[in-house]
């Protein structure tokens, strides 16, 4: 605990991060497949001298522009305020060891608004090799910025065996390229590139709508056609990729994958199988929707039309997220560190040494009356004039240090639900199984072990206990 | 046959068709169904929703079909239900696309009745449309409360019991009613017996000979545009052809809302409770579900003013009356044009969408 807990009410702050995520991940995916669409299809209509082809690519470039730069750009300086706030251990994890990933990242990320500005207000007014050319140098920048982010992200559920062997030493940035080009890069770049892509495909849709099917038929046939192509791509190579995905995941995250075939089970148990339904059928709805609709009837195609088939692609990109998420479980950068942020190497010593003596955010004095508290011998304590009763304070500090991750009170994975009808011994045996974190739990399949002294493990115990069964101490 | 002559070249496919347009008379409907139009006007979307009602419900009879394959009515009710969620593959999706299209179809149906009303698709010649309408409603209530009991658990044992303890209090037919539904004085294996043929045999026959005369009405007389469109003359109102510029559309919605439904599914799989046990007392706040709230809270109140069977009596004859009045709309706003009666009717849609969405949410606040 070296940074102060956020705690966000009933939505938890993983979901402030899940929610600004999820639509900052639907614009930037589109900002790099719509760059290379605009390159593309400058290029096309150049070549067969389609002048209402430009006029609608100039029309479609302005709508690009002012999503991908106001709406991605806002969003993508949020998430940095919401993981700094919410994983402030795991955010600084990540600058420490991609110091030369975030800095290329930026790099490629100045270029590429740079050029979409320069690239839409040049429009008729530099040569059209020029602007073609402004059009690449944006398409290429912007591709080159997910290569990048794609490391990093991948790199979280699962480091590869050459950084983890260094973790901790010090000597991470001598592993930085094997721990960037990990085992799930490859895979993940293809899909987050097909998913761009179909993105760019879709977003056409929004200024092709708009073209007028009675005074300009043939022209909104063309565009709707063309730019359903797009979806091709990713109809063809996605399962191929989603398979190759599947195949390098570590051992664990497959068999939580399976664990949802056959039983509905609680929680995350299933949620990566029940996700990964959804996203098969949601895969096939869109290729049919695509397909009668866009395909064979492209005339029909309205905004509201095409509004509605982007949600449904927003609906698959945010429960493809949310298995990112989930599948990373019980860390947050996988076998390093915890979704609490707590490093897994740091765990034996705070079990010795105490959680919350190792953090700057609690008093010298209460970290020394605990320290007495947890070092006194049972004669010592049994000659005391009233005994020592844990403190709600210190289960409290306890709770929010290394629950408050996932768990909220009263709100998205409740703790007064999850352990509500629990007496005291109930709390303490499911508490117990955490601490001790045999082989053989389950929780360990998704949750982290819960670390402290015995002192602690019993505040948070009977903080919890006031919590569900709203006893004061 | 004239039609099928323009086919072209003499392919195995022409031939095949030629074959079965022969036997089959496909011509002749693919020539009825190439006239077909729908008005086009802003209130369009609001002909998706029979489409998506229906497509649930042919979610309904699949995956019910899929459920009966290890679903055990009587004794067994409940380990059954417990093995199709807990332990069969993918039997937590079956149930759970089952467990929600039911609920999904019963809001689609809703929107879908309310938009016909407000469209007055109810007027002449579309009377028997609106009839067959609120039937279809009925039943698929009928298909709710049947199959809320089969899984037997806690809540679904309470929610039966108190149900049919309300059509006990009915006067001369009640007991008699409620007894047949039991099979005898309380809600056992016997009743899930009954309510299983109800909801298996029974009212899935109805359902589709109400659906099909339903269809047939609309295929006679098309989608009725709404009267401010009707108001306008002939040359300034819009169509498009139902095959296919209208059917792709709809297409497309039923696929929308079969998306939706997975997502539910997924997201929010139905649990099953404790096993039902007739001598423990009935769960704190229980509740039927979220379609019966309103009359639930109705029944409430009235308890509350005129307590005993007198009231539970007047409260079910005023829904019933109610109902009555909702089925007759027809014959009140029979003159096809603006005036006293046009406001009388918009008056009763409205008054009926503000009394269920009032006393639902009164019930779900004084849970």
Partial sequence: MNYPVWVVPVIGSGWVIGIIAIIHILISHFAVGGGIYLAFAERKARKENRKDWLEIIQKHSRFFLYLTIVAGAMTGVAIWFSIALSSPEATSALIHNFVLGWASEWTFFIIEITAIIVYYYTWNRVSAKKHEAVGWIYAISAWMSLFIINGILTFMLDPGKGWLSVAGTG????????????????PSLLMRTLVCITLAGLFAMVTASRINEEKEPKLKEQIVKWSAKWLMPAFALIPVAALWYYLMLPQANKDLFKLGVSTIGQGIFTQLTRNAVFLIFASIILFFIAYVFLWRHPKSVKLSHALLIILLAFSIIGVTEHMREMMRKPYVIGNYMYSNGIRKFDAEKFNSEGYLRNTIWTTEESKTTW??????????????????QPDLYRGELMFRGQCIACHTTNGYRSISKLLKGRDEASIRSIIDMLHEYKEDSPYRKFMPPLVGTKGEVDALIKYLDSLINKIDQ | MAKSKSLGPDTMGTRFYKWLDERLALSTMAGFLSKKTVPQHKHSHWYYWGGITLTFLI??????????????????????????????????????????????????????????????????????????????????LGFAFSGYLLPF??????????????????????????????????????TIQRFFTLHIIVLPLIILGILTIHLVLILKHGNASPPSEEAKPKNKRKEIKFFWDFFVKDITMWLLALNFLILVTILFPPQLGSPADPLAPAPEGIHPEWYFMSQYQFLKIFGNILPGAIGEFISIGLMACALLLWAIVPLIDNTGKAGKRAKAATYIGLLSIVILVVLTAWAYLAI
Avoid: C
């Fill in chain 1, 371 to 388: 320290h007495i508290q947890d070092t006194m011998t049972s004669e010592e304590s049994d000659n005391l004039s009233s005994p020592i």
């Fill in chain 2, 153 to 190: 658990d806690e809540l679904s044992y309470f929610a039966t019991k108190i149900g049919l303890d309300v059509a006990e209090s009915l006067p001369l037919i009640g007991p008699a009613l409620a007894a047949i539904a039991r099979g005898g004085t309380d809600v056992t294996y016997l």
């Fill in chain 2, 59 to 140: 979610v309904q009879f699949i995956t019910g079909i899929l459920l009966l394959i290890y679903y055990k009515p009587g004794p067994d009710a409940f380990e059954s239900v417990r093995f199709i969620t807990y332990e069969l593959e993918f039997g937590w999706f079956i149930r759970g696309l089952h467990h929600w299209s039911a609920n999904l179809m019963l809001l689609a149906l809703f929107i879908h009745m309310f938009s016909v009303f407000f469209m007055r698709a109810y007027r002449r010649p579309r009377e028997f449309g609106w009839w067959t309408g609120v039937l279809l409603l009925l039943i698929t």
């Fill in chain 1, 171 to 186: 000597a991470e940035p001598s592993k930085f390229w094997e721990a960037f080009f990990n085992p799930t890069y490859f």
